[in-house]
């Protein structure tokens, strides 16, 4: 017997056989069964439909006014097709298996022979006519059942945004319109609240009001638990040094809030660039970069990963230091001299600063003078060559008086005088006085 319809199917005596009596036999307690079972569900469907509970029956003709469908027992029952034509319709649920209550959806629209769709009793069973059904009102029960289950259960539910309302959103789940505050429709605060509208979105039922079919709704909850797990796997598998694509969730004067595969993670200024900071306008919301992962937190742990840009780079300053190493002597020009220190420019166009406790000591420097210091170091924020001219001096003057000490010493009177008196006497051809003479007084 077709149960679906009602009406049972004609016999084909060419396709009849006979079978064994044993084989019959055997058959027959599966027949029986499955025809008690057939009675049992024909009365919980009669059941349902006089206690004016859902029922998903079989479209059988589609009129211009009307849908007719199949209520057993060669019975119809008759739906208005304007409830079908409605303007943007819910999703209808889509059939249970049995045992099982409704989930998910079906299609909407205007239904087609065969179908199956599901409807309530909106009067009383003629048998003289077709029976009034409801299909709105039977997807709309079937919603608020599921919506109930969800919130009894925990589970999600999804919904489509319709409407963006003071203080929230409407969103319709499955028929039944649900509302989703503002605070707990994002992980942050939703700026441009008409971007949600007739988007879908995953919620739990966090509140039910049944005698006034009222649902509230939180996305929030679900985004969090979703970013708790993939905080968790991305954490489980990050290594320190190994390079991540991350995206920007805020820019301060602190640094950067970084989104990196669920999980968040944090730039100090002083690790964006190499000297002088970068501008936090230089990264907008939303702009993707790469970034090198610097420490990540404990697991369970509320602290973010700590992340670097500029290491992805060398430091220059580690080929300033090679280049100029301390002691090295350099010429350059003066670029600018205020009482903060002496700008200066070396001749391979490094730049270079003197402070005024290097600069020697009384001395004006005027802008394009040739100056020539020693190297202190290099500045790691300003990049630039710390110079002494003080000390270049200073070394100028110690070789002045090496050089003067490495002298011979100067020549005393007697000395510059002997040679010449010794000299005269020989030109003289005299002798040398005697013992006895008198000797002659130094000319001072």
């Not at 090198?292 to 780079?313: A, F, M, N, R």
Request: charged share 30%; hydrophobic share 35%; aromatic share 4%.
């Amino acid at each position: 017997m077709d149960t679906d319809n009602g009406r049972t199917p004609e016999i084909d005596d060419a396709a009849t056989t006979v079978e064994p009596v044993e084989e019959a036999l055997e058959a027959a307690p599966e027949a029986e069964e499955s025809m008690e079972s057939l009675l049992a569900q024909q009365n919980r469907f009669s059941e349902m439909l006089v206690g004016r509970k859902p029922v998903w029956v079989k479209v059988i003709q589609v009129t211009k006014d009307n849908v007719l469908v199949d209520i057993g027992e060669k019975r119809e029952g008759m739906v208005p097709l304007s409830e079908f034509n409605a303007p943007a319709p819910a999703p209808a649920p889509a059939e249970p298996k049995e045992g099982q209550a409704p989930e998910g959806a079906a299609v909407g629209g205007r239904p087609t022979v065969g179908q199956r769709i599901p409807v309530i009793l909106m009067s009383g069973i003629r048998s003289d006519g077709a029976t009034l059904l409801s299909y709105r009102k039977a997807r709309e029960s079937l919603a608020w059942e599921a919506a109930l289950k969800a919130y009894t259960e925990k589970s999600r539910v999804r919904g489509t945004v319709t409407m963006h309302v003071k203080g929230g959103f409407l969103v319709d789940v499955g028929g039944v319109r649900a509302f989703l505050p503002s605070s707990l429709a994002d992980l942050r605060p939703v700026r441009v609240p008409e971007r949600m509208v007739k988007t879908g979105v995953r919620c739990y039922i966090i509140e039910v009001n049944e005698s006034k079919k009222q649902v509230v709704l939180s996305r929030k909850a679900v985004l969090d638990e979703d970013t708790a797990k993939r905080r968790a796997k991305t954490l489980a598998e990050l290594r320190i040094g190994e390079v991540r694509i991350g995206r920007v969730i805020h820019a301060g004067a602190a640094g950067l809030l970084a989104d990196i595969g669920g999980l968040e993670g944090f730039v100090k200024t002083a690790d964006i660039s190499w000297g002088s900071p970068k501008s936090a306008s230089d990264f907008p919301r939303g702009m993707k970069l790469k970034v090198k992962i610097l420490g990540k937190p404990v697991e369970g742990s509320p602290d973010k990963v700590s992340l670097g840009i500029k290491q992805l780079t060398p430091n220059p300053a580690d080929g300033m230091r090679r280049k100029f190493p301390p002691k090295t002597v350099v010429r350059g020009k003066v670029v600018e001299s205020t009482p903060a220190g002496v700008r200066l420019r070396l001749e391979d166009g490094t730049p270079a600063f003197c402070s005024p406790a290097d600069c020697i000591e009384g001395q004006t420097y005027k802008e394009g003078e040739q100056v020539t210091g020693v190297v202190h170091g290099v500045d790691s924020t300003t990049l630039q060559v710390s110079v002494s001219l003080r000390k270049f001096d200073d070394i100028k003057e110690r070789k002045r008086m090496a050089s003067y000490l490495k002298a011979p010493p100067p020549l005393t009177l007697g000395e510059l005088l002997a040679p010449a008196s010794s000299g005269d006497e020989r030109d003289r051809g005299d002798d040398p006085p005697s013992a006895g003479s008198p000797k002659k007084q130094a000319v001072a």
